[in-house]
């Protein structure tokens, strides 16, 4: 059900992240890095489901992203810690945004709990420009520029008369 990412999968994780990450979040939130060492979920050829991991001293750390269309989330997740079990126990922590709400029920009946709440703010930072600075440009200084189109004179021009016609 689950095995690790290969460089082949990365095009497909980011197509996941792109449509399922709200466009404001992917903003300040960067996809999955490549070359990480996640598992992903594929079914009728289609990546349906990836959890980024890192791994430290203290736990284990997992960013999931789930398509709407991979179906049975409790499976999946059991299917998840089953395979990322290694023999050391160190708690895993499952890194679940606001717009992943529906992951709550799941992993607390998978015995998961809360564990710490987190708002990203974000100030965005600008300087104002209180007089322009005006500068040449030297690749084009000197130059004029050349018509791309041909020009034609239309005033005052009367069509010639066709062949056959009377006046």
């Known amino acids: 059900m ?19 990450v709200p466009a404001f979040v992917q903003q300040i939130e960067p996809p999955p890095a490549r070359g990480r ?11 349906l489901a990836y959890f980024g991991i890192e791994r430290g001293p203290l ?15 409790d499976g999946l997740l059991t299917g998840f810690l089953h395979r990322l079990a290694d023999g050391r126990r160190r708690p895993v922590y499952v890194c679940v945004r606001s717009y992943q709400g529906w992951m709550n029920g799941p992993l607390e009946s998978l ?23 005006l500068a040449v440009l030297p690749a084009l200084e000197g130059t004029r520029p050349e018509p791309t189109a041909p020009f034609a004179r239309t005033e005052n021009h009367k069509p010639a008369p066709r062949t056959g016609d009377s006046l």
Do not use: C, S
Request: no cysteine; proline share 7%; hydrophobic share 45%.
């Open 37 to 47: 060492r996640g598992l992903v979920h594929r079914a009728g050829g289609e990546l």
């Open 111 to 133: 015995g998961f709990e809360a564990f710490q709440n987190q708002a990203v703010m974000v100030k965005r930072l600008a300087a104002a420009v209180r007089r322009p600075v």
């Open 59 to 73: 736990g284990v750390w997992t960013q999931p992203y789930f398509h709407p269309a991979a179906g049975d989330a």
């Open 2 to 20: 689950w095995r690790r990412e290969v460089p082949a999968d990365e095009p497909a994780i980011h197509f996941l992240y792109l449509n399922t």
